[in-house]
């Protein structure tokens, strides 16, 4: 298992396929924009032009690209995955998906002699950067195996959460934690803002205690600094939280907060940030406050 087709290099997709050169793996990477493969080519990696180009020689396939639509087009598209993989020939989705998108995909690639796997992520940009990603897979045990060397190379905790649709399943829960837990600090900036409080030794001393959390240590500054280039585009999260609110109404579960983030989340969208890093959830705080986007620090109160 050697040879890896890696689609989709975009900020998740790039550093991923580039860890995989350097652990020792003969990775293709294709990108619907070409240029973009171009830092794959410095790093080691091969060019395609085609998705077909990419697969056919493939042992391992990545995908990472935005949503359960684009997923489905690379996969069961047009001279996609399926018409081109060879039999055997193990898929890993590390897109964040429909759960149901999944299963759906999973069935047809079995009836195909192909294996899929859904291993959505966590950990950002900086987790692709480092290689320090959390995996949630859903798929057989057998394939999660045989997956292995690959998630080690990019990711550091890797759980095999159950059967196919299960790591978008858990994906979705993470997604309305982070999104959650960036309201709340996003909320609570703008509030000791207010009251012209040192928001460095605030956030500093709120990290080290129950309010500390990754979203404090990797997004705290991007708020204080009004510096909202992506990262993980609200857009993004707008998709998640979208999964996240149809699938607990198919299962009859209520979530009360999750459903408000969402709607920040569509606010967000609509009033033209869908491209921001999601820290960005700032702006919506400060807009219902009646407060200056730009301004880091306020004396007024
Ligand atoms: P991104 O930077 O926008 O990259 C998306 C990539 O997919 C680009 O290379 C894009 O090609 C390609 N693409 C888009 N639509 C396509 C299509 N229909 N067919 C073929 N290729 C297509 O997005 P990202 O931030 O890497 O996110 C990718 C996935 O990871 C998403 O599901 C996201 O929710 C998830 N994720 C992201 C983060 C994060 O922090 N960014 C963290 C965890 C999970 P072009 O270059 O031509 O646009």
Not at 21 to 47: C, H, I, M, P, S
Not at 148 to 160: D, L, N, R, S, Y
Not at 176 to 204: C, H, P, R, S
Not at 269 to 298: K, P
């Amino acid at each position: 298992m050697t040879t890896v087709a890696f689609l989709g290099l975009g900020i998740m997709g790039a550093p991923m396929a580039r860890h995989l050169v350097n652990a020792g793996f003969d990775v293709a990477g294709y990108n619907r924009t070409f240029a973009k493969t171009e830092a794959l080519v410095q790093a080691g990696g091969q060019a395609a032009e085609t998705v077909a180009d990419a697969v056919r020689d493939a042992d391992v396939v990545a995908v990472m690209v935005p949503d359960s639509p684009d997923v489905r087009q690379v996969l069961a598209g047009e001279n996609g995955v399926f018409e081109n993989a060879k039999p055997g020939t193990l898929i890993i989705d590390f897109s964040s998906i429909r759960p149901d998108v999944t299963r759906e995909l999973a069935d047809q690639a079995r009836e195909l002699g192909l294996r899929l796997l859904d291993a959505p992520v966590s950990g950002g940009q900086a987790g692709a950067e480092n290689a320090a990603l959390s995996i949630m897979v859903g798929g057989d045990a057998d394939d999660f195996a045989a997956a292995a060397p690959v998630f080690e190379a990019v990711g550091k905790t890797i759980v095999h959460v159950g059967p196919s649709g299960a790591g978008q399943t858990v994906k979705a829960a993470n997604q309305l934690i982070v999104a959650g837990n960036i309201q709340l600090l996003a909320e609570a900036v703008a509030f000791v803002e207010a009251y012209g409080v040192d928001t460095e030794a605030a956030l500093k001393v709120l990290g080290g205690g129950l309010a500390g959390s990754k979203v404090l240590e990797q997004k705290g500054a991007n708020m204080l600094g009004r510096s909202f280039t992506p990262g993980f585009r609200i857009e993004l999260h707008h998709k998640d939280l979208g999964i996240v609110t149809s699938a607990a109404r198919e299962a009859g579960v209520v979530v009360p907060l999750g459903a408000v983030v969402a709607q920040l989340m569509a606010s967000a969208v609509a009033n033209g940030d869908g491209g921001l890093d999601h820290s960005a959830l700032l702006r919506g705080v400060l807009r219902l406050s009646g407060r200056d986007l730009e301004v880091s620090s306020g004396e007024e109160n």
